[in-house]
């Protein structure tokens, strides 16, 4: 989660991955642009990714001046665990967490998952699109690795085999989070994620959560379709800049 104050830093796993000296940087405000330039400046920067929530439109327009190009809207849906019942899934998929052994196929699902997705490393065209797809493969292998009490992937089966993920974490004793979720590509519209989301809701509410918070981008229609069927509502949202100092 990315609500709190403004934050920057420079991002490793970025300029391993893309090849140049990456930062990222969150809650920008109007006020704070130059600081963020300075320390883009100081730290011969040449990839920024830089996060405003929606409401700060003096920041946007501000980065749009400094040549700041929008590359995704993220809108953050929240539910709300104890006002009304987590509905019943009526899916035929079985959802469990996931078994030791299958990282793999999570991963390998997460890169077929993502591939020309609409995230805002896709819509950056300098920007490699397998170098892209690969972000969200080890984002989904990294949540595998990092399951313990506070976070989890559960997985959708059908006749054994693995069709989809959710990667869940606990934000605070309060707040659980939808950090990544998906269905194969062969086997999406058939009401998968809905099982997966309703599995999400459980996993929170067992672990004493009183709210469950996904995002994704907003123009991920399919998505926003199942969550707010099943009680998600909006919370926020955040635009996502690119800039390149070059
Ligand atoms: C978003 C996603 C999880 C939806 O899963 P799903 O199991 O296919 O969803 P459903 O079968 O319940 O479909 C939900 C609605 O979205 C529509 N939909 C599903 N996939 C769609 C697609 N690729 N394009 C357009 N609409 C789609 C369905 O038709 C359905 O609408 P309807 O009931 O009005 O007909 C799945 O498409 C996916 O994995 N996408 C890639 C990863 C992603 O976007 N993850 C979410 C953000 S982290």
Same mark, same amino acid.
């Given at each position: 989660?990315?609500?709190?104050?403004?934050?920057?830093?420079?991002?490793?796993? &970025?300029?391993?991955?893309?090849?140049?000296? /990456?930062?990222?940087?969150?809650? *920008?405000?109007?006020?704070?642009?130059?600081?963020?330039?300075?320390?883009?400046?100081?730290? &011969?920067?040449?990839?920024? @990714?830089?996060?405003?929530?929606?409401?700060? %439109?003096?920041?946007?327009?501000?980065?749009?001046?400094?040549?700041?190009?929008?590359?995704?809207?993220? %809108?953050?849906?929240?539910?709300?665990? #104890?006002?009304?019942?987590?509905?019943? &899934?009526?899916?035929?998929?079985?959802?469990?967490?996931?078994?030791?052994?299958?990282?793999?196929? %999570?991963?390998?699902?997460?890169?077929?998952?993502?591939?020309?997705? *609409?995230? #805002?490393?896709?819509?950056?065209?300098?920007?490699?699109? &397998?170098?892209?797809?690969?972000?969200?493969?080890?984002?989904?292998?990294?949540?595998? *690795?990092?399951?313990?009490?506070?976070?989890?992937?559960?997985?959708?089966?059908?006749?054994?085999?693995?069709?989809?993920?959710?990667?869940?974490?606990?934000?605070?004793?309060?707040?659980?989070?939808?950090?990544?979720?998906?269905?194969?590509?062969?086997?999406?519209?058939?009401? %998968?994620?809905?099982?997966?989301? @309703?599995?999400?809701?459980?996993?929170?509410?067992?672990?004493?959560?009183?709210? +469950?918070? @996904?995002?994704?981008?907003?123009?991920?229609?399919?998505?926003?379709?199942?969550?707010?069927?099943?009680?998600?509502?909006? /919370?926020?949202? +955040?635009?996502?800049? #690119?800039?390149?100092?070059?």
């Amino acid at each position: 989660m990315e609500f709190g104050a403004f934050s920057v830093s420079l991002s490793a796993i &970025d300029e391993e991955r893309f090849g140049h000296k /990456a930062a990222r940087a969150s809650m *920008v405000s109007k006020d704070v642009i130059p600081e963020l330039m300075d320390f883009c400046a100081k730290n &011969d920067v040449k990839f920024l @990714i830089a996060r405003c929530q929606s409401s700060e %439109i003096k920041a946007a327009q501000e980065m749009e001046r400094a040549g700041f190009l929008l590359m995704d809207t993220l %809108i953050y849906y929240s539910r709300d665990l #104890h006002r009304t019942p987590i509905p019943e &899934d009526d899916g035929s998929v079985t959802i469990r967490p996931l078994h030791p052994g299958e990282e793999g196929r %999570i991963k390998e699902l997460a890169q077929r998952m993502f591939h020309k997705y *609409v995230g #805002h490393y896709h819509m950056d065209e300098r920007l490699d699109g &397998d170098k892209c797809d690969e972000a969200y493969a080890s984002w989904a292998a990294i949540s595998c *690795v990092n399951r313990g009490p506070d976070s989890e992937v559960i997985a959708a089966l059908s006749e054994g085999s693995i069709l989809g993920f959710a990667a869940l974490r606990m934000n605070s004793p309060q707040e659980g989070e939808g950090v990544l979720v998906g269905v194969s590509p062969e086997a999406q519209k058939k009401g %998968i994620s809905k099982s997966l989301m @309703i599995g999400g809701l459980d996993w929170c509410l067992s672990k004493g959560a009183d709210q +469950m918070l @996904i995002s994704t981008q907003m123009i991920n229609t399919a998505a926003q379709k199942v969550w707010t069927r099943l009680g998600f509502e909006p /919370a926020r949202a +955040m635009y996502t800049f #690119h800039k390149w100092f070059d």
